[in-house]
RNA sequence: GUGGCUGUAGCUCAGUUGGUUAGAGCGUCGGGUUGUGGUCCCGAAGGCCGGGGGUUCGAGUCCCCUCAGUCACCCCA
């Protein structure tokens, strides 16, 4: 039986957001909604979870699926999961209401991993991210990536790093794959217990941070060379869209992300002012197989997820996008009593002000105080002298001049002011 | 899942070779007289010293276990 103290918290890897942190998320997920719009992709919002077969379909060989996953029966006796990644649900929901392609949608949601936690790396991770279900046109790949690429600019963010890769078409990885796993095999005694691995998921081997494998790792032959000319095309064709947009990226050859389900672009965004080793701060590619995997019309698919756990992280090595002041117009002041407080702060709020006030009829030295600490622009007091008269006090916070204004032109009074002062 | 480091008030931290009622700063609340903030002064609340077990006359200090945090591997955003 766990202690009320160890259950009373936040489940291990699971964060809380709070005021006044929480305003970056706000700003965060609006700021990437404005840019979805623009590029033509609408709200998708599916449930936390789905049916297990969902995620297993991503990949049985992926981590993700096989040993982080939450997964349940519930009580009509159904296998369920919550959400390990962004891509499957989207697919399967394209699966199973067939709107016309190209199906262009941007998300926003909780992904939950039972990893063990770190920097930058935890069990419910937030992640901003945008699909296209139709033709296999690279121009797609263009503008996906521009729309994740300009994302991080929107934030201020310089340090981030585009990486690509082709990961090729089904022809071009079985040529490669043959040929990738005799070399592992030609250093089985270095790969030791990972051998099983190598064999099972040649190309996870890849991108192994290692370092008594680095040696071997680039030597290693690169799926560049094996590519078919189909693929070849299309990967020239997505670096000349970027080139054309002027989004600098590097070619990462031996980049090839974590589920089974790419094929052709893959790509990363590496943030170089992270000093976690969780510096992936987005990522997708192509997924040319998955809806029909599901059962779904053969449609190619291109998208990305990007965790906003990590990208506030980079923000914060940075320096930019920092957590807003906060913002009060009015602080109301109440040496009066009754209703007249809270009459006057609706009213005030109902004219489109910010407006604070004090509770538990606190002493008027001590409600200033608090007016003080709020950042409010003004502070209007009701008491009793000025109330005989039908006003209110009205003082300006920062030079500290008051004055008596009548009870009905607060609002206008206040609103007029702050406009000549827009903070 | 594996390994390193850490765990004392809401926050940041002190706590001397184990020795009496565990401290500070910040924050919070109250006071410095009649209705006015930021500075200053005074005061208060707030800690099963993460939890459990052990060693000891005596443990916040030593040992073991456990939980949590953190960093790294694996993997991933």
Redesign the pocket.
Known sequence: M??D??VF???????DVLPPESARWIDVVTRFAERARRFGFGLLMTPILEHYEVFQRV?EN???VR??MYEFVDRGGRHLALRP?GTAPVVRAFVQHRPPVPWKVWYVAP?F?A?????????Q???LGAEVLGPPDPDIDVETIALAHGFYRDLGLKQVTLLINSMGDDESRARYVDVLTAYWREHASLLGD?MA?AEANPL??L????ED?QEMLEHAPQLGEYLTDESRTHFEHVEAGLQALGIDYDIAPRL????DYYTSTVF??TSNAL??????????GRYDRLAADMGGPPTPGMG????????LIACDSEDVLPVPEPHCDVFV?D?VGGTEATRLAYELREAGLTVERAY?G????????????SG?QY?V?L????MEQGKV?V????????VDVPRDEVAAVIATRLEGRPS
């Open positions: 766990a202690a103290r160890d918290r936040a489940p291990k890897g699971m964060l990949g992926t981590d993700v040993k982080e990644e992904n991993r990893e063990q936690p770190q920097k930058g790396r935890y069990r991770h937030w992640q990972e691995r996870r081997i991108d192994s941070k290692r494998w090839v992300r974590g589920f990363e965004f000093d976690a080793a969780q510096n992936a701060v987005g990522g997708g990305f997820g990007i965790g906003i756990e990590r990208v002041v040496a538990g606190r002493a008027v030295k001590k409600q200033w105080s608090a007016a003080d600490r409010a502070g007091m008491a009793p002298k000025e006090a003082k300006d916070m920062r030079t500290g001049e008051q």
